[in-house]
């Protein structure tokens, strides 16, 4: 007879090694585009509105002459008929930031004076004017002669933008009245790798960038705080909390100041600002400086003050199981929708309820590493961003918060067996945009994404998943890694076989589902029959359970594996028991000991295996009848 409440008998190991590692950064065959930015913009506080000068520098690394570029012009997903639009109103989930109570799209809407727009107004290539068209968010450009390989060419463009009402992540006068969130708000060059070009709409979910330098110069009325990517390079003309202490600031004659950012080596520029904004500063002993820009009210000033002090424990943990964050600042800012990545930065709403935002800002800042400095092509590969940050999240929430949770990602696994319980599982593998609703997306990308490496560990062993995790970062920094990067640089650190497990994981939606089919007698020595029934194949560790109140384990690789990993329980006797292939469903080993002196036998203690029907891994002897 096999009971639900088994695991009260036994003891969950979980044993989450998270000692740092230092390791070089290993060069590896991959080229990578160039860009350098500068702009000039001028906001007008008054109408939303816009303009700006952009001097671009491409470099093309590839092995390619392109005669044709993109940009991405994302302020156009706000208009009515837009690809985003359509979407909102056809998919059976909306997100309901974007939608009314009546589950409408707020897009749909929009007047001329609240939609948003970003348009080229004129373009040239090294002087030379350019053929070029607008396709909703995407801006196709004819070049008027190829970039040869190795070659380099400047692009010069006026453009004029409105900022649309605050709808998803971007916009003005989000719900905390924040003014201006500015993020997909310039034109920008899509990314061109060994897979072509990545111009995708803007229809909903994430980005993909060029790494390169960004030059801003934002002029805004004087009253309004700025915040965001890059440095500030002209802190003294312009105070606000960025002039060096103890010194003072000439007021602006004018109504307007210019503020001068640059931001080395990355793929996005995101910037906020308000009239009302507190700006504090915590600069970390051997870190970057902090910086905290939220509303002058007094129902956030209590939660913001407190987020401060764990933004800097965050970043220590993060620096520590990862790898060193490679930028001087970072800066967590009240604005957009929700809680949003950008470079060196995040948005974040909300202030009331302390425990929300200081979540929200662990993984905004996980993010960093995964999708700003590792930064995998979000469209193809959402569940190594989102998935790998919600895991690390999970043990720094779980550590620096003190939550003491035995299973950090329990949550990952719930969700994940609603939805493949649900009958609407995708695979890992879907374009982000074509999952056929939001909740299988946001599932397979966090939780499934979760439980990636969760599970991986319960595979290899925790102490190889997280140098697989710090050799990954170190390895694969600013390199647009892909999903057999992650598989490879595992097999590395572990010396197990991983194909596998990529494959079944992510580009199907087989599952996991092993039971304990018999326990039986067999004289002095007791036999264990397991079976496999779900299409996965996993390696498997038994944990049986005596009578005298002793433990031992034992473990059947997986034959295509070809390795074993270390003993997860060291403080008990593992047995290592002959490979188990993956196309015999049925597998027996013997125990030394009477089926009298056992009390259980249980599958997977640590229950990191996502085993869809856990009431078959569990097995006790069925009590006497009674007289």
Partial sequence: MQYKNFNALVLLFLLFGCTGLTTAQNSTNYWQQHVDYTMEVDMNVENFQYTGTQKLIYTNNSPDALSRVYYHLYFNAFQPGSEMDMRLQHIA????????????????????????????????????????????????????????????????????????????????????????????????????????????????????????????????????????????????????????????????????????????????FMWAADPEYVHDT???????????????????????????????????????????????????????????????????????????????????????????????????????????????????????????????????????YYLVNSGKEQPQGTHADRYDSNTPYGISAYSKGAIFLSQLGYVIGQDKLMESLRKYYADFKFKH??????????????????????????????????????VAADGEKTKIKLERIGLMPMPIDILVVYNDGTQETFYAPLQMMRGEKENPYPQLKRTVLADWTWANPSFGFSVDRPLEDIKAVMIDPSQLMADMNQENNTWQPQPMPKN
């Avoid at 004087?222 to 002039?243: D, S, W």
């Avoid at 620096?319 to 948005?347: C, F, H, R």
């Fill in 93 to 268: 989930d909306p997100d309901g930031r974007m939608t009314t109570p009546e589950k409408k799209s707020r897009i749909a809407s929009l007047t001329e004076t609240e939609i948003g727009y970003l348009h080229a107004i004129s373009l040239t290539q090294d002087g030379a004017a350019v053929n070029f068209s607008e396709e909703g968010t995407v801006l196709v450009v004819d070049l008027a002669k190829p970039i040869p390989t190795g070659g380099q060419t400047t692009f010069e463009m006026e453009f004029k933008g409105q900022v649309p009402v605050q709808i998803r992540r971007s916009g003005r006068n989000n719900k905390d009245g924040v003014a201006l969130s500015m993020s997909q708000w310039y034109p920008k060059l899509a990314e061109y790798d060994f897979e072509g070009w990545h111009a995708d709409p803007y229809i909903a979910r994430e980005f993909h960038g060029v790494w390169g330098d960004f030059d801003l110069k934002l002029t805004i009325d004087k009253t309004y705080v700025v915040g965001g990517t890059g440095y500030l390079q002209n802190p003294q003309e312009i105070g606000h909390g960025y002039e060096a202490p103890g010194t003072k600031v000439k007021k602006p004659r004018g109504k307007t100041l210019t503020w001068h950012f640059k931001a080395p080596m990355v793929h996005d």
């Fill in 282 to 416: 915590l600069q970390m002993e051997d870190g970057p400086t902090l910086h905290f820009l939220y509303k002058n009210d007094s129902i956030y000033r209590d939660t913001w003050t407190k987020v401060q002090p764990l933004t800097e424990k965050a970043m220590r943990f993060f620096n520590k199981n990862i790898g060193a964050y490679p930028y001087k600042q970072y800066s967590v800012i009240q604005g957009g929708d929700g809680g949003m990545e950008y470079a060196m930065a995040t948005l974040i709403t909300g202030g009331d309820k302390p425990g929300s935002v200081i979540g929200t800002m662990i993984h905004e800042l996980a993010h960093s590493w995964f999708q700003h400095v590792l930064a995998t092509n979000e469209a193809k590969h959402e569940w190594m961003d989102e998935g790998f940050t919600s895991f690390v999240s999970a043990l720094c929430s779980n550590e620096i918060r003190e939550q003491n949770k035995q299973n950090p990602f329990e949550n990952s696994y719930k969700g994940y």
């Fill in 481 to 518: 890694p892909v999903p057999n990067d992650i598989k490879r640089t595992a097999e590395k650190v572990s010396g197990i076989e991983l194909d596998w497990y990529l494959t079944d994981w992510t580009q199907t939606t087989n599952t996991i589902d092993y039971g304990i089919k018999e």
